[in-house]
Nanobody
Framework: QVQLVESGGGVVQAGGSLGLSCAVS????????MGWYRQAPGKQREVVAV???????NFADAVKGRFTIPRDDRKRAVSMQMNSLKPEDTAVYYC?????????????????WGQGTQVTVSS
């Protein structure tokens, strides 16, 4: 059973920094993509940053230049360092991974989510 466990988040003043971490446990073949989504109150969940297998990264325009997303495949982990935080970054942040597993000799790919962690940026 694959699980994603998040840590980090909290409350910070505007202009400050926070870090998030996510670790993957369980049996798997490969983690294709790892990244972070967020959902603010009354809004849809949106992608924040994604790290692909091989190292390429993509960021939402709103966070480019402020967030980084180091990925460590040996540790099966992804982090996100959030700098110059703004009140509009306030949301619940979810770790996401698209993971390939073998079952009865067949490869299956599926999406997995962390439990979510609150980030609050005060003005």
């Amino acid at each position: 059973q694959v699980q994603l466990v998040e840590s980090g988040g909290g409350v910070v003043q505007a202009g400050g920094s926070l870090g998030l971490s996510c670790a993957v446990s369980g049996s798997l073949f490969r983690i294709n993509t790892m990244g972070w989504y967020r959902q603010a109150p009354g809004k849809q969940r949106e992608v924040v940053a994604v790290a692909n297998y091989g190292g390429a990264t993509n960021f939402a325009d709103a966070v480019k230049g402020r967030f980084t997303i180091p990925r460590d495949d040996r540790k099966r982990a992804v982090s996100m360092q959030m700098n110059s935080l703004k009140p509009e970054d306030t949301a619940v942040y979810y770790c996401h991974a698209n993971i390939a597993r073998y079952n009865d000799g067949e490869k299956h790919e599926a999406d997995y989510w962390g439990q979510g962690t609150q980030v609050t940026v005060s003005s």
